[in-house]
């Protein structure tokens, strides 16, 4: 069988902000959209919780004004949160989150078709019999995306389908297509874990369980760390410990259980060498990631994002022994991606005329098991 993750980067819809053509130009909106939706939580809106407020919203161009930028706006549903008194500057005469409802979100853009459709074609090239999503907006579209844009291409859909709503706002959560044969017996979600510091998983650390045509059982933890896009980088790397710190010890409970066949895959959003990687990758982890498996057939690159470099490293499939003594072998494939500034640095489909028509800024990874 094979077993394959790909992070789609959305397959219809997808923040603006996050539909740039580099991080950066985006990290600042995407701080300050993180940090407004905070700050209307208070209970109380102090003077100085109401001039962080206002200062945010002036940054971006008319979300002050209009309730809405190129990239937020305000959803003020009820209640009275913002005014602007003649001759006066605006306000925020809410005194805190019991006097309205509301909220910022981030503004949505189409995915270009030819994009989604170099989506499905990167998936119909793998051709997993077990295919991990990350960053699909939710079931529904992952279901249009299997029935219709598959058959738009002429290539075969998966007979199952399965996303779990993740705790993120954004749509970006993971999910799992498989084909005949492999029927998913059982599902478990992980969006209530949390620790003394509140809630773990961004997303979530979904649990799927697989029967396999030969009679045995794949279990899947498939994550979507914490990203390093945004944000200072102690936080997130402490976010991120957090994360894969409660992975392994579900991982262990399993094994412990006697469970032999396990993956945890995904897209953990940072390199092997990060420490906050280190209780999968380290610290007694019994995890074989199949980029470092003798059977690895690879490309030569080391990553799997953007120029595929050794710092782009940030998709995995890390398998338990018992798992890892099943490979068949593995591969990356990136001819979805845009490699280089010109799309020069390795090849790419035919089909990708320019950087917007990509299928991802991720290669899809994948493995095959003899289970």
């Known amino acids: 069988m094979k077993l394959a993750t790909f992070n789609v980067e959305n397959m219809f819809e997808r923040p603006k902000v996050m539909n740039l053509s580099n991080w950066k130009m985006g990290k600042q909106t995407l701080e300050d ?148 044969g492999y029927e998913i017996i059982c599902m478990l979600s992980h969006v209530d874990d949390w620790d003394k510091k509140g809630e773990i998983f961004s997303r979530d650390c979904a649990e799927y369980e697989i029967n396999t045509p030969k009679g045995n059982h794949l279990l899947l933890l498939v994550n979507h760390f914490k990203s390093k896009g945004y944000g200072k980088p102690a936080q997130s790397n402490a976010k991120r410990l957090r994360q894969t710190t409660r992975v392994r010890e579900i991982y262990d409970s399993y094994i412990k259980a006697g469970y032999e066949y396990i993956a945890v895959l995904g897209d953990f959003n940072e390199i092997p060498a990060n420490s ?58 990136c001819q979805g991606v845009w490699g280089g500034k010109n799309g020069t640095l390795f090849p790419h489909l035919k089909t990708i005329n320019s950087e917007t028509e990509a299928a991802s800024d991720h290669a899809a990874l994948w493995v095959e098991l003899d289970i």
């Open 276 to 333: 906050s990687l280190d209780p999968l990758l380290r610290n007694g982890s019994t995890l074989t990631d199949i980029m470092s498996h003798p059977k690895f057939q690879g490309s030569g690159r080391p990553g799997t994002y953007r120029n595929m470099t050794k710092n782009e490293k940030l998709d995995y499939i890390l398998m338990s022994p018992k798992l890892s003594a099943k490979v068949i072998t593995g591969d990356i494939e």
């Open 33 to 180: 959209y993180k940090q407004l939706n905070e700050l209307i939580q208070k209970t109380v809106y102090t003077p100085s919780v109401k001039s962080s407020i206002l200062n945010i919203m002036n940054r971006h161009k008319g979300l002050l004004t209009q309730k809405k930028s190129a990239f937020i706006q305000l959803n003020d549903l009820h209640g009275k949160f913002l005014k602007k008194p003649k001759g006066k500057p605006y306000q925020i005469i809410a005194n805190g989150r019991s006097g309205w409802l509301g909220w910022f979100e981030l503004i949505n853009e189409a995915v270009s078709e030819p994009a989604t459709e170099n989506t499905a074609r990167i998936i119909d090239l793998v051709h997993a019999d077990v295919q991990c999503v990350v960053e699909v907006e939710n079931r529904i579209v992952l279901k249009r995306f299997n029935a219709d844009i598959f058959k738009k291409i002429k290539a075969k859909p998966f007979d199952h389908v399965m996303v779990i709503d993740g705790n993120d706002e954004r749509g970006i959560d993971v999910g799992i297509m498989t084909r005949e």
